[in-house]
């Protein structure tokens, strides 16, 4: 931590640069980006919690301040402050009630009140952009999911004093429409859109979905929100050991394992962009035969009697869309879903008391319960009035589409409780593992995962019955989709089954036209695909751009102390004289070191800072190139692409030194010899190209001829790289006569 404080200090290095090298897709440099739609967001980041990261209170009673929370935490006072933020605009949500949350343990808080009381740190609640990045955690503090927790990350990240942003999109499980309702960010609102992560969009109630499906609404790509569920998995093997650690050590821990996390992660960027443009390519191209099908067959719907087109598809959605965002259908949805409760109990008893005779006194009883039904059912039809979305419908077919509505509710619950129980099964596990549990714990789980099977069983029974019973009474009309039950549980999350639009709107094309329905699905992954396309053109150029630049960057300052030793006082001068490096020179990480060390170190750091670019380069050189041909064009491409080559080819010739922290660095040779360079092809430059600090490999030289000091000093700067105490020390050794327990302080 003290060497990366030193250098993003040292290098006055501003918010946005910070968040860059936490992902160059994501925040580098973004320059001539053209978005095709205004709501398009300069980058997108998923929410979520964990709670099997939790600490045991008995394990240790240590407290750690703000200033021990590592830099990938937010301390507890940001946290706090958002709290006091939530807690002043409860009032604007009293009362109101998310349908959805209830299907979430952790939003309702629906836990076993024993596991809470043994722990004082219950979890952790995270951050990551769309390619997996973890970019903030919050310690969740002896209580569950709460809304504070991402608006404190949410604000760090969009309000950074210097991060210039104009849009950005958030995936979460929960609290989506709560912090619209609560005028949280009011003045960035317009800034921001919310969503829910793509496996979690079961859980999410069909109005829902229509508003917050990334896979149906513009703007996201084929995002899917699920990153976390990775990092999470990543993070496992730490759960048993950090619940009796230290609550310090666990911070540190978690962090540490991050920062490794995050390296590999963004060396492996280039394939992640170059599997994704494949991935968008293939659903562009299935997505347009689909469309280009559908749109040879005759419209029914249209006023000329043409066929179908995509402005027809995209008109309905944003028909079904509209619909869903008047917030006062949900009022009346929910009255004639309990009337269809009702008429379906009806029957059922009715089925039931039929089957034998009854005694004088179950007769009694039975004219009594049916009385008092019959009393609900007439009080229900009052609330639920004339029903304008079941016009020209008769009483009989009125009461059978509403318990078809009541029993495919029903269906929804039942089938949203068995993929929670399945979850552990299917829970994302590190590469070579099946799951988490042990055998006691799968086989509890199968047979939990059994009994919840025959349930939905039984109510998809009654569901398909009734339907059979309705095309048998009503075969003209519009009917609901039967289903079997292994096509119920392959079906995704934004199917037009889901869609409740036969029940509210028979005479829409988008509720009742399956051929509509099936193009507005496709139509959406055509427009995501295109969508993604687009993001990646952008992310390449940003993580591109961001590495030519942070290469050019550092060359420029190791070539400014190629010179100078600071042993002078007038190199001293020379050198403190420079805005940037006499911040870094003279840092009081530093102090206690003399002049020359200080700039041995500070210029062994800035070596080992490049040669991490050089290494992501390297990686990345394939790939980028790759997509960044095969993706849309844009102003300063050329620039960017002959920067890079060039940055390349001379590293790939042996222009710079590639030992972390060593003397030999940019702007020098690494024996001294000629500081010729290429200048371009066949040609040679006699002067040394100051905006890359390139330097000529000597080729004249044996190898045996260099000498045993400087051998054994690189070998030794290899074996030490990532300890700034040991490179001080290494340092101290060249130079022969330092004051090793000076160094060793400091440190």
């Known amino acids: 931590m003290l060497k990366e404080q030193l250098l993003q200090e040292g290098l006055q290095t501003t918010n946005e640069q910070k968040w860059a090298s936490k992902c160059p897709r994501c ?4 320059e001539n980006e053209v978005k095709i739609d205004p709501d398009e967001p300069d980058f997108i980041i998923a929410m979520d919690g964990n ?17 021990q929370y590592p830099p990938t935490f937010l301390p507890p006072s940001e946290v706090n402050t ?3 933020l939530c807690e002043s605009t409860d009032a604007n949500v009293t009362g109101i009630k998310d349908p959805c949350a209830l299907a979430h343990k952790a939003a309702d808080d629906a836990r076993d009140a024993t596991t809470w009381q043994k722990c004082d740190d219950s979890g952790l609640f995270a951050g990551a952009c769309r390619h997996d990045i973890p970019l903030l955690y919050t310690n969740v503090y002896k209580s569950g999911e709460k809304l504070y927790y991402p608006i404190s990350i949410l604000g760090k990240i969009q309000f950074s004093s210097d991060f210039d942003v104009t849009s950005h999109h958030v995936l979460m499980n929960i609290g989506n429409e709560s912090i619209e309702q609560r005028s949280l960010f009011s003045d960035r609102q317009s800034d921001l859109m919310f969503g829910t992560s793509v496996f979690h969009s079961y859980v999410h109630e069909w109005s829902c979905q229509v508003k917050y499906n990334p896979r149906l609404n513009k703007a996201w790509g084929l995002s899917d929100g699920e990153g976390l569920e990775r990092l999470w998995a990543f993070l496992s093997p730490l759960v048993s050991i950090l619940r ?11 962090h540490n394992r991050t920062l490794y996390y995050l390296a590999g992660l963004n060396e492996t960027a280039g394939e992640w962009l170059l599997s994704k443009i494949a991935s968008a390519d293939d659903i562009i191209k299935t997505a347009r035969i689909a469309l280009d099908a559908l749109n040879q067959l005759s419209n029914p719907h249209s006023m000329t009697a043409g066929t179908y087109t995509d402005d027809f598809f995209q008109q309905q959605w944003e028909d079904e869309r509209a619909y869903h965002l008047e917030t006062t259908r949900s009022y009346q949805e929910k009255q004639k879903k309990e009337l269809g409760q009702l008429l379906c109990l009806e029957e059922q008893l009715e089925t039931e008391w039929s089957r034998e005779g009854l005694s004088p006194a179950q007769g009694i009883a039975r004219a009594r319960i049916v009385s008092r039904l019959s009393d609900q059912i007439l009080e229900q039809r009052t609330k639920v009035g004339d029903p304008t979305m079941l016009e020209n419908l008769s009483v009989p077919e009125h009461d059978k589409m509403l318990k078809i509505w009541y029993l495919k509710t029903d269906l929804r619950h039942k089938f949203l409780a068995l993929i929670e129980e399945k979850k552990p099964l299917v829970r994302v596990c590190r590469p070579g593992e099946q799951t988490t549990l042990g055998t006691d714990g799968q086989q509890k789980l199968i047979e939990s995962v059994r009994k919840r099977a025959q349930a939905l069983r039984k109510v998809l029974n009654k569901y398909n019955k009734q339907v059979r019973e309705f095309i048998r009474l009503f075969p003209e009309r519009a009917h609901p989709r039967q289903l079997e039950y292994d096509e119920l549980l392959k079906l995704e999350s934004e199917d037009a089954f889901w869609n409740d639009g036969l029940f509210t709107n028979r005479n829409e094309p988008w509720a009742i036209d399956p051929i509509t329905q099936k193009g507005i699905r496709h139509l959406a992954a055509y427009n995501r695909g295109l969508e993604e396309q687009r993001r990646l053109g952008w992310e390449v150029r940003r993580a591109m751009r961001w590495a030519v630049e942070r290469h050019d960057t550092l060359s420029h300052l190791i070539l400014q102390m190629t010179t100078v030793t600071g042993g002078s006082n007038r190199e001293w001068t020379e050198l403190v004289a420079h805005p940037i490096l006499q911040t870094l020179v003279a840092h009081p990480i530093l102090q206690s070191l003399a002049a020359p060390k200080k700039t041995t170190v500070a ?3 800035l070596q080992s800072e490049l040669v991490k670019i050089y290494q992501l380069q390297i990686a990345w050189q394939r790939t980028c190139i790759t997509i960044l041909n095969n993706t849309q064009q844009q102003l300063g491409d050329e ?6 080559s060039r940055q390349l080819e001379h590293i790939e010739l042996g222009y710079y030194s590639m030992i972390p922290g060593s003397d030999t660095g940019a702007g020098e040779t690494v024996n001294g010899a000629s500081k010729t360079v290429r200048g371009g092809a066949g040609e040679e430059s006699s002067e040394l190209a100051p905006d890359l600090g390139l330097f000529q490999p000597n080729t004249d030289r044996d190898d045996d001829e260099i000498d045993d000091e400087g051998y054994l000093q690189d070998i030794s700067v290899i074996v030490n790289k990532t300890m700034m ?5 290494d340092t101290e050794e060249v130079d022969e006569g330092g004051n090793a327990t000076e160094v060793e302080y400091f440190l």
């Open 27 to 30: 925040f580098g440099p973004r």
């Open 51 to 67: 709670y099997q990261q939790r600490h045991y209170a008995h394990a240790s009673k240590d407290s750690p301040s703000n200033a």
């Open 82 to 84: 958002s709290e006091a």
């Open 244 to 254: 009796v650690s230290s609550r310090f050590r666990r911070l540190m821990a978690v």
């Open 603 to 605: 210029r062994s750091l």
């Open 639 to 644: 620039n960017l692409r002959e920067r890079w």
């Open 725 to 729: 105490e040991q490179l001080a020390n």
